[in-house]
Every structure is written in structure tokens, then in C-alpha cells.
DNA sequence: GAAGTACTATACGTAAGCGTATGGATGAGC
DNA sequence: GCTCATCCATACGCTTACGTATAGTACTTC
């Protein structure tokens, strides 16, 4: 059988696993977790799916790969989103997490998001992963209502309404007119802020 | 060919598409869209699919039924609970809306909502119908909060932040202890409702 | 240069689901 | 009692995807 081609370099080769990971993501960010199909998945590579076995036990050996990947990147970047630049504070950073994850400079997060959580809805090993980066959120993101006056037991439940209404706004129809989203936004912040 | 029965009465008969919607929409509950199946849904009702299509055009043609159905129940059923009953106010209107939508006394309704706003989100029909019923319910529970005492542009921040945070909370990993939960949901409540 | 590693193509069998005939079976209306 | 509308069973062809088997290529390492 003419293959056409083998492995270029060693370097190349264990790219591989990683671009069908890649892959994954994009057709999960895309259409759920239903949507992430071996046979497709190698289409989109341009590749044929005889690759995929070597590197993968089956379908569920990719999804929860995926699914470890998200979580570990979710918790490690949350600590860095936290952390104040130069002289900002506490409010300003909650104002910059809440225009990170609303205004969509990365509609793909946003979208993965999305995906993730209602697979969890489904699948105990999503829920699982999806309790852990709320933890790990949660975690984070109180301290900065504390540092805004409240005591722990406000804070706590700030944070959550916090990112209740994060994703809340994902499954809203959206405003139509973009000035008004803007000042309703701003309103909102006011609110959530306290302020 | 033995079919084993026909059609007993029509009052019977004209209930079967009803049949293969009310189980249509279990599915849609239990799985999301991609969980309803012409084969399995024949199944279930112990019929062959035979039938489906004297019923349906194809399987977006029952996808499309289902939509409208959900779309108007909805729609119809906000008003009756905005309605206040004898003496009661409208922070208590909100705070039943609140539990009604938290607490979960029908789960499958709120399965039903998640089912049809994540589907909204790769299909613009559904995605329709989810506006038409976030436009319905904003347009009454702004009222409320205006009674309560907020301007009109408050009150319409507050409702859609009140919304999000109800829809947000079915994505959120729920808190693992239950009395927290309720703490937690009451001070929740109280910054929603400005006291 | 031989052996191993890291792939990839091709081919196969299986399963599930879609949509389309086609031919009953039954009750309703005349 | 015949016909029509309403519904269902059965059977078929097609498509898509899964997972397995097998044989091939190319680079690496010794």
C-alpha cells in the first residue's frame, strides 16, 4: 500500500496527538460534545482516521482528554486573570474579568464554555470537571468582593451570582441594540459591585 | 400484512401526533436535540416509525412543532405568574418566580429550557423562539422591579440580570451543601431585589 | 544497516438512523 | 356495504460513524 507519506521528523510526529486534540476542540466549540466525531475530525486533518487508534483507545479516550486539557487550563489561567497589574484594584480587576468574559475578545472560550457545561449535564465526568474549575473560580474571585468591603459569606454569594450571570447572559437572546447591552452591562457591574 | 390494530376512534387517532410530541419532548429533555430520534421515539411509544411520517414531514418537521409548542406554552404561562395572587406584593411575586425557577419543583421543565436555550445556540429556529420567549418574560417581570421602585432602565437591568442569574445557576456545579445553597440563594435574592 | 518507533492508508464488518415505498387494518360517512 | 381518510407494519436502500485488522512508510537509535 502506498501510504504517500510516513512521518517527517520525530519533532513533527508527536505534534500529532496534540492537532487532533486541536481538532477536537474546535469541532466541540462548534457543535458540542456530539458533534466531536472521529471520521470528520480526520477529514478536517486530511488525514484518514487509522492514526487516530494509535493515539487514542477510542472516542471516550479523546473526549476525557479533552476534557483534562480544558480543566487544567481553565484552573491555571483563572489564578493569572486575578492577579492585579500595576496599582489596580480590586474593582478594577473584577470590571476587567467581567469584559473578558462578556465582551467575547475569544468567542471560541466562550463557545468551549458552553459546550462543557452542557455536556456535564449528561456526562458525570464533565460534571466533575466543570465542578472543579468553579471551585477553582469561586475560589479566586470571592477574596476580590472581599477586598471590596463584603465579609466572606456575602463575597461567596457575590461570586456566584457573578458567574451565574456570566453564563446566564450566554443563554439569553442578546440585546439587539449594542449601545443599550453597553448601558445595561454597566448597570449590571453596578449592581453585581455593589456600587 | 397483520398490523394487529388499526385506528379505534378518531378521537384516539388525533391524539398520536400528540403522542410522538409529548415524547419527542422527553427526549429533548433528557438527551437535548440530537437525543430526539425517530426510531427510538417510535420505540418508546411501541409503534414503528410507520406512522411518524404520516404525522411529520421529516424529522425537523417535528423539531420545528415541538419549537412552536414550547415557544407558546412558555409565552402563555408567564402571565398567569406574574399575576399576583390576593395582597401579595411584588417582591413576593419575584421571590416565587425565583424559587418556582430554583427550586426546581418540575425539573423536566427547567431540562427543557436548558435543552432548547443550548440548541438555540447552532440553529437560528430555535434560537428564534428562545428570543421570543426572553422578550416575553423580560417584558413582564421589569414591572415588577419597577414597582419595587427602579427607573425603567434599572428595572430592565434587573430583570435581565435576573434571568441570567436563574439560567446561570443550572450551569454552575451546584453547591454541595444544601443549607449553604439556601443561605446562599437568599442573599442572592436580596441583592437581585436592592434590599 | 537492523530494529524499533511513530505513524498512515486501506479495507472490513457492524450498527443506527433517515426517508421512501407499499400494503394492509380499522372506523366514519354516505 | 362501499369508499375514504387515518393510521400502522414491513421492507428496502442509503449514509454515517465506530472499531479492528493489516500492511506499508519514514525517521531514529544503536
Known amino acids: 500500500m502506498d501510504c504517500g507519506r510516513g512521518v517527517r521528523t520525530l519533532r513533527e510526529a508527536k505534534?500529532?496527538?496534540?492537532?487532533w486534540l486541536e481538532t477536537g476542540?474546535?469541532?466541540?466549540?462548534?457543535?458540542?460534545?456530539?458533534?466531536?466525531?472521529?471520521?470528520?475530525?480526520?477529514?478536517?486533518?486530511?488525514?484518514?482516521k487509522g492514526g487516530f487508534?494509535?493515539?487514542?483507545?477510542?472516542?471516550?479516550?479523546?473526549?476525557?482528554?479533552?476534557?483534562?486539557?480544558?480543566?487544567?487550563?481553565?484552573?491555571?489561567?483563572?489564578?493569572?486573570?486575578v492577579a492585579p497589574g500595576e496599582g489596580e484594584?480590586?474593582?478594577a480587576v473584577l470590571r476587567r474579568l467581567l469584559?473578558?468574559?462578556?465582551e467575547q475578545p475569544n468567542p471560541r472560550g466562550t463557545a468551549l464554555e458552553m459546550a462543557v457545561r452542557d455536556w456535564a449535564r449528561h456526562d458525570a465526568?464533565?460534571?466533575?470537571?466543570?465542578?472543579?474549575?468553579?471551585?477553582?473560580?469561586?475560589?479566586?474571585?470571592?477574596?476580590l468582593f472581599?477586598?471590596?468591603?463584603?465579609?466572606?459569606?456575602?463575597a461567596?454569594?457575590?461570586?456566584?451570582?457573578?458567574?451565574?450571570?456570566?453564563?446566564?447572559?450566554?443563554?439569553?437572546?442578546?440585546t439587539t441594540d449594542a449601545d443599550d447591552a453597553r448601558r445595561q452591562g454597566d448597570r449590571i457591574a453596578a449592581i453585581l459591585l455593589g456600587r
Open 125 to 143: 465526568i464533565a460534571a466533575e470537571a466543570v465542578a472543579a474549575v468553579d471551585r477553582a473560580r469561586l475560589a479566586h474571585v470571592a477574596p
Open 15 to 19: 505534534t500529532q496527538r496534540a492537532a
Open 156 to 174: 461567596a454569594a457575590r461570586a456566584r451570582l457573578f458567574y451565574a450571570y456570566v453564563f446566564g447572559q450566554n443563554l439569553l437572546a442578546p
Open 89 to 91: 484594584t480590586a474593582e
Open 53 to 81: 487508534y494509535w493515539h487514542f483507545k477510542d472516542r471516550a479516550d479523546l473526549l476525557t482528554a479533552m476534557l483534562d486539557r480544558w480543566r487544567d487550563g481553565r484552573v491555571d489561567v483563572i489564578a493569572r486573570h
Open 25 to 48: 476542540f474546535a469541532m466541540l466549540a462548534e457543535g458540542g460534545a456530539e458533534n466531536v466525531r472521529i471520521e470528520p475530525l480526520a477529514r478536517r486533518l486530511s488525514v484518514t
Open 146 to 154: 472581599e477586598a471590596l468591603g463584603f465579609g466572606p459569606d456575602e
Open 99 to 102: 469584559a473578558r468574559y462578556l
